[in-house]
Each structure stands twice: as C-alpha cells, then as structure tokens.
C-alpha cells in the first residue's frame, strides 16, 4: 500500500495534497485551481477527471480482487473480534463511501 504524504491547508479543494506530479511534488488547491510552483491547472478539469478515472477503477475486478485480498489479509492478523469487528465496520463505511462517489458520478 502507498503512503501519500498530507498537507494541511485552508482550501477546500478534494485533492489538495493528494495530487502529485511524476516527480512526486504536490500540487495544493488555491482559488479555482491546483498550483504547484508556477504551474496552474483548473480545479474542476482535475477533479472531473480524477473521479471519473476512480469511479472506473473502484467497479474493476482487479480493484474488488485487491480490496479482498487485503481485507483477507488484515484479518487473518487479528487475533481478537474486536478487531475483526472493526475492519468489517470500516469495510462497511468504505463501500458506503464507494457507493456514494459512483452515484455522483451517475
């Protein structure tokens, strides 16, 4: 799994801090656009594209085979219900999350 480096800022941009460029510098949401240094990029044009690409990726198979896989994993690990219990609750709230995202997108 990959660990993204956050930011805090006032904006209230979707990405700010999650939108990196090939060299991994992040661009931060500022008015109606995420900059990085000099560059400018319109914040809806990112945001459209960025959604739609997730929307596809949370529908694939390999997305679903990975998320079982992991879950699988993560719970073979535990050794009490508790935590077996709160990975299903977390699990619960991603595909409501997921569910939520790709009923924007319809």
């Known amino acids: ?14 990405l700010t ?3 990196v460029n090939p ?17 400018a990029v319109k914040a809806e044009c990112v945001k ?5 690409k997730l929307a596809d990726d ?3 198979d390999a997305f679903v085979s990975a998320l079982v ?7 073979s690990k535990t050794n009490d219900g508790g935590e077996y219990e709160k990975t299903n609750k977390d699990i619960r709230a991603i595909a409501t999350k ?6 924007m997108l319809t």
């Open 69 to 75: 896989k992991e879950t699988r994993n993560a719970a």
């Open 1 to 14: 799994m990959v660990k993204l480096k956050t930011y805090k800022t006032r904006a209230k941009h979707l």
């Open 48 to 52: 459209g594209v960025v959604l739609h």
């Open 23 to 39: 060299d991994g510098q992040t661009f931060l949401g500022n008015g109606n656009y995420y900059r990085l240094g000099t560059k």
């Open 98 to 103: 997921i569910e939520k995202l790709t009923n």
């Open 17 to 19: 801090g999650n939108l």
């Open 58 to 60: 949370l529908k694939s």
